[in-house]
């Protein structure tokens, strides 16, 4: 921490650092309530991960239910105002999810984020808090123009990494010593892709597949049956999977790099566009800039050779291109922050449900390891699970929130919950309860005294899901 100097000064009721899933939704929740919110980017656009082409996951869960509601609604209905693709799709393997075409979520986001009335920073990085006691004051941002003092009430963690949160000492959730982090990915794109001999595919060889990971998904069909159904969706959605001899010969003999899946799912009909995510490396820590910047030309190398791959040996793939790479690698896991309750791999396997849930997760527990290695656990009976808010408090802290991928978890829960789905539910609960942390009449908000009931009205009338999804 250092002390507030005589620098460049802006005030704000709540600041949210990160524009990732939780940084959006949670600056849209707050600034729709009429608090003066901004919202501080390292990067140049808005949306972090939701711009890869990925899925949101842990919005439906495996039974077919929605669980996420709100500000996720509002950015999918833009989506498909403008024509945008957007699909709920079922995997045929764990989990049901969305897809939607990237590049018309680029535009959705930032049209949602101003029409709210958020103060955008872009390329301003946080880098470090101001204040003492327990207290972030204000946040101390670098950017082209210089460094500034942003102050607020209540301050948003939602920079994946938790760099408030360790900025303003909070403890961070330890890792065994064994537990390596998850890899980081280079997501890529590939468009002109023929959906129908790909899926023709997969009727004449289902062994290549995965498929029918949780019973309730299975339903008691055969490996036959599910590629029938994954036909009969008519969606480039398919997992070749590391241990069907299609991939694991190419691993064996050099033709792929070892990885457990190649994930292929849809992001546009009209350009006949799939998002590839298979690519990995894995690294001590991804916050160690340098080695995260070697990890790209290897990453890099692997998308040339996985695209290379699918056009030769996946029917449909022949004549795609490369169309998009991520605009930055991926990574799934840094810091998780000490909160006043830490979500467990029993909460999230038995789909616990608490009084003070304000957000639901219900993507299985997926944690990928190095090489061809993934932890796949299914929630009890396709259902979900509630983040209580006690998960988005940090210990120690009075005016500190965090949501995303930072939020207080053990390691598998964390695996399960890290995804989008959940990411956008937690923003806009965080965002919430800053609002109505807002409303205390003192210098001093405290965040553990907004009222649950409160909170999960307000959530709920803004479209939350909080109840129910068993
Ligand atoms: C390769 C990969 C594949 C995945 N696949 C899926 C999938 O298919 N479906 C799914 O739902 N989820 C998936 N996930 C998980 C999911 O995408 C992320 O966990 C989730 O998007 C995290 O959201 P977030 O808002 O916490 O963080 P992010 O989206 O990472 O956003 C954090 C933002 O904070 C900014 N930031 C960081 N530090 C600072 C700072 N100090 N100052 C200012 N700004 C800062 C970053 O630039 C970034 O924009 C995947 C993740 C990866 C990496």
């Known amino acids: 921490m250092i002390s507030s100097k005589a620098i460049d000064h802006q005030n704000f009721d709540i600041i949210i650092v990160g524009a990732g899933s939780a940084g959006i939704a949670a600056a849209i929740a707050a600034a729709r309530r009429g608090a003066r919110t ?40 833009r989506c498909e ?16 999810y969305i897809a939607y075409d990237p590049e018309i979520m680029k535009i959705a986001i930032p049209q949602l984020v ?61 890792r065994g010593a064994d537990e390596r982090l998850q890899p980081v990915s280079m997501m890529f794109r590939m468009a002109g892709v023929e959906t129908a001999p790909l899926l023709d595919f997969v009727v004449d060889h289902p062994e ?32 070749i999977k590391s241990d069907g001899a299609l991939l694991a010969d190419a691993i064996a003999n050099g033709e792929m790099y070892p990885t457990a899946l190649v994930m292929i799912q849809p992001t546009s009909e009209a350009r006949r566009e799939v998002c590839i995510n298979s690519t990995r490396v894995t690294l001590d820590d991804p916050m160690h800039t340098t080695d995260l910047a070697a990890a790209l030309s290897e990453l890099t ?24 790479l991520a605009p930055r690698i991926g990574i799934r896991e840094t810091r998780r922050v000490a909160g006043d309750y830490v979500l467990t791999v029993d909460d999230v396997k038995a789909g616990r449900k608490v009084p003070d849930g304000v957000a639901k997760g219900c993507h299985h527990i997926d944690i990928h390891g190095e090489g061809a290695g ?71 908000i405290d965040v553990r005294k907004v009222g649950i009931e ?17």
């Open 301 to 324: 190398r692997q998308v040339d050779v996985c695209s290379r791959f699918l056009r030769a040996k996946v029917p449909g793939f022949a004549n795609a291109t490369l169309s998009g």
């Open 454 to 470: 409160e909170l999960r009205s307000e959530l709920k009338t803004a479209g939350a899901i909080l109840e129910g999804v068993h």
């Open 208 to 239: 290549y597949f995965a498929m029918g990971e949780s019973e309730v998904i299975r339903g008691g069909r055969s490996d036959n049956e599910l590629a029938e159904e994954i036909r009969r969706q008519g969606q480039p959605c398919v997992f």
């Open 114 to 174: 101003y029409e709210a009335g958020v103060k955008v920073f872009l390329n301003t990085f946080a880098e470090d808090v101001v204040g003492g006691r327990g207290r972030v004051d204000g946040v101390i941002v670098r950017n082209k123009a210089g460094r500034s003092l942003l102050s607020a009430r209540v301050v948003i963690d939602c920079s994946g990494d938790g760099d408030i949160c360790a900025a303003a000492g909070a403890r961070m959730l330890p």
């Open 38 to 77: 901004a919202l501080v980017e390292a990067g140049g656009m808005l949306g972090g991960e939701l711009l890869t082409g990925m899925t949101i996951d842990g919005a439906i869960n495996a039974r077919g239910e929605q669980v996420s509601g709100g500000i996720i609604d509002m950015l999918l209905e």
């Open 374 to 444: 993934q932890i796949r656990i299914a929630i009890a009976d396709g259902g979900s699970y509630d983040i209580p808010y006690g998960s988005l408090v940090p210990e120690h802290l009075s005016n500190v929130l965090m949501a995303g991928r930072c939020f207080s978890a053990d390691r598998p829960a964390h695996g399960s919950a890290r995804v989008m789905g959940g990411c956008l539910a937690m923003g806009q609960a965080a965002g919430t309860a800053a609002t109505i942390a807002c409303r205390q009449n003192s210098d001093d």
């Open 81 to 96: 105002a403008m024509g945008g693709f957007v699909r709920r799709l079922n995997d045929w393997r764990l989990i049901q």
